[in-house]
């Protein structure tokens, strides 16, 4: 697993640095949109180095006897493979072109069906009962898979918009992802050279290997193309790891961990589906489309508040790890012990991610126990005339100043 992730990590990393050339050398890189947060034109190409990582990955893996039988239907892999490719063309068509969201989900749907029609579904949920196990009707099956395909693409590719963000975010959840479908297979006797493992572990170092030329400040983007790939690899894997688990081996005792595959691809990627839902209504209840770009997403928020652009991504991290681990905890400590780390964690996050709260709090109380003898500052809210810099608008005190009736008979 590590041999396939560093190879992952070492190509992509690579393919990162030769980009970076090219896309400078031949100005492969668009203007500054509205909604962007950097100020220097910068490439966006970087989903052709995760990829390229990607496939380096799946070849040396293939040629490991250990994985000979995740290798022994190669169908699958190469569904995979060619799925990634076709997303990484729509995104890089549309980090160029800014194709319309209608072609973009048209786009997504048929690479969920076809991933579906290659065997890459969800056949059964393991809750039921009986043997604790439901198992699905073809169409419930396909209708299902493409959702879960299209809903964690796109969720990804929402909170694209800091440097390092995707990244990060994926090389937590996807570690914590890794860990608990690792676990699983041993606590069942069944091999740990899954797909689900393996894809998860190709991914790791496909992100790894990007992460030095994302994060701040950025030299490279992922683009829609990498965000893209990177949700399509998080769903596939979330897609194969429903089916590891055996219904007879897991007792009443174990009914906790059965659940688990149902919620912790929910909770490692709670901050982007939660941005995405978000993001969904607020575009819907103001009559546009879903998938129209605005700058309202949680990390512009996060930059408005307040946070610096480092800081910003370091609560993303914060949010994203407190939730997976936490979900992760519940198979192996009591969970009332577990609960309660979640609640703490949870609750030191939202201190430091309202922090800014508190200080303008702080500014705007101090502001109005001291006298304003000036009338300039009079007819302004005394937050905005002590800490403008903070909300990002005007300083107040830049206004025009109201003539008094003296200088009104002046003039």
């Known amino acids: 697993m590590l041999l396939v992730a560093l190879v992952a990590a070492v190509v992509s990393l690579l393919g990162a640095w030769a980009i970076v050339r090219l896309s400078h050398r031949y100005k492969l890189y668009p203007g500054i949109r509205e909604r962007d947060v950097h100020t220097q034109p910068t490439p966006r190409l970087g989903g052709i180095a995760i990829v390229l990582g990607m496939l380096a990955a799946l070849a040396a893996a293939s040629q490991i006897s250990w994985f000979r039988p995740v290798f ?54 393991p809750v039921g009962p009986g043997e604790g196990i439901t198992v699905l009707s073809p169409t419930l099956s396909l209708i299902i898979t493409i959702l879960a395909v299209v809903l964690v693409m796109n969720a990804v590719n929402f909170i694209d918009g800091l440097d390092g963000l995707v990244a990060g975010v994926t090389l937590i959840a996807g570690g914590v992802f890794f860990a608990y479908s690792y676990i699983l297979s041993i606590s069942t006797g069944q091999s740990a050279f899954n797909l689900a493992s393996m894809l998860m572990a190709v991914l790791l170092g496909a992100t790894l290997g990007f992460l030095p030329f994302n994060w701040h400040p950025a030299k490279i983007f992922m683009g829609d193309g990498g965000a893209l790939v990177i949700g399509m690899l998080m769903a596939v894997s979330t897609v194969t790891v429903t089916g590891q688990i055996d219904p007879a081996s897991i007792g ?3 009914l906790l961990p059965a659940f688990i595959p149902l919620m912790l691809p ?15 209504l607020r575009r819907l209840r103001a ?15 996060l930059l408005d508040m307040g946070h610096s652009h480092f800081h910003a991504v370091l609560i993303f991290y914060s949010w994203t790890a407190v939730v997976a681990v936490g979900t992760l905890a519940f198979m ?51 937050l905005d005339a002590a800490a403008p810099p903070i909300d990002h608008e005007p300083d107040p005190r830049d206004a025009p100043v109201a003539e008094t009736p003296e200088e009104t008979r002046r003039s």
Do not use: N
């Open 72 to 125: 022994a239907d190669p169908w699958p892999v190469l569904a995979i493979a060619a799925a990634a490719l076709i997303m990484l063309a729509i995104g890089v068509v549309d980090d160029i072109l800014d194709l319309d969201w209608v072609t973009k989900l048209a786009g997504q749907l048929l690479v969920g069906g076809f991933l579906a029609w290659a065997g890459v579904q969800i056949v059964s949920l």
């Open 252 to 254: 009443s005792e174990q």
């Open 287 to 301: 009559g546009k489309s879903p998938f129209s770009a605005d700058r309202l997403h949680l990390h512009h928020r």
């Open 266 to 280: 929910f909770a490692v990627l709670i901050v982007p589906l939660l941005d995405f839902g978000l993001a969904v």
């Open 332 to 382: 192996f400590v009591d969970w009332r012990i577990a609960l309660g780390g979640v609640a703490a964690g949870l609750i030191v996050c939202a201190i430091v991610t309202l922090a800014p709260l508190s200080r303008r709090k702080r500014v705007e109380s101090a502001a109005q126990r001291e006298p304003h003898p000036d009338a300039q500052l009079a007819q302004y809210d005394p």
